[in-house]
């Protein structure tokens, strides 16, 4: 079975500054995918960023990177230069090849001016 | 920028009710999902469709859940009849497992309100 845990239930950053969400993850599988999920107040759920098991490099999408340690098995997303826009609720998530999503409880990012 | 809809983005029912829940996935994309999240909690998957099939579903998807195709474009989920527990926001999702497998698209959620 895969488990997805955020420890975070709440982050405060500035503006402009970095921020690190915390994932780890547990699974007995050797091929899967982590994602970053993004849930504004709205409710959608914006797919950020993606993972997989075999990448060699982290992830990285504009402002968002993946910092994947395998032998840890921890998944963090980290924002550069976090704007006012990031409020919302990141989730975590992995998945088993083409199969399901097993997503973490998230955590609450409060970006103040 | 192709995206997956659904609709209704709300629905107020009373309990015992049928609901039907209706999503368009992406075009070309192969295998189909439901997802539920109950306020304040974690995305929960309920089930996944593939070649015209369930391919894989929850606990949660229980005899109470169906799924269908019923033609190229729409994929539905039908809860038959509701209970206070089925109040959440669920999620359509589609991929196309090829390029990033497991990569979703989801759709904008639909909120069902059972009263």
């Known amino acids: 079975a895969q488990k997805i845990t955020q420890t975070q239930p709440g982050m405060f950053v500035q503006e402009k500054e970095a921020v690190t969400l915390d994932c780890t993850y547990d699974t007995s599988d050797q091929s899967y995918g982590l994602f970053w999920y993004k849930q504004p107040s709205s409710g959608e759920m914006i797919f950020l960023i993606y993972?997989?098991?075999?990448?060699?490099q982290n992830a990285t999408e504009g402002r968002y990177s993946l910092n994947f340690q395998k032998a840890r098995k921890s998944a963090n997303l980290v924002i550069s230069a976090s704007q006012l826009g990031d409020s919302a609720m990141y989730f975590c998530a992995m998945s088993r090849g083409y199969s399901t999503l097993t997503f973490g409880k998230g955590t609450m990012l409060l970006v103040s001016p | 920028e192709p995206e997956v809809t659904q609709t209704p983005s709300h629905q107020v029912t009373q309990m015992g009710q049928e609901v039907i829940l209706r999503c368009v996935p992406i075009?070309?994309?192969?295998?189909f999902y439901w997802y539920r999240q109950i306020l304040g909690q974690k995305v929960e998957f309920l089930v996944s469709?593939?070649?015209?099939?369930?391919?894989?579903k929850s606990e949660i998807f229980d005899d109470q859940f169906s799924v269908e195709r019923p033609d190229g474009s729409n994929f539905t989920l039908k809860i038959r009849s509701t209970k206070l527990e089925d109040s959440a926001m669920y999620f359509c999702?589609?991929?196309?497992?090829?390029?990033?497998?497991?990569?979703?698209?989801f759709g904008e959620g639909s909120r069902l309100t059972v009263l």
């Open positions: 993972q997989g098991s075999y990448d060699e």
């Open positions: 075009s070309n994309h192969l295998y």
């Open positions: 999702a589609s991929s196309a497992g090829t390029v990033s497998p497991g990569e979703l698209f």
């Open positions: 469709f593939y070649n015209n099939e369930i391919s894989e």
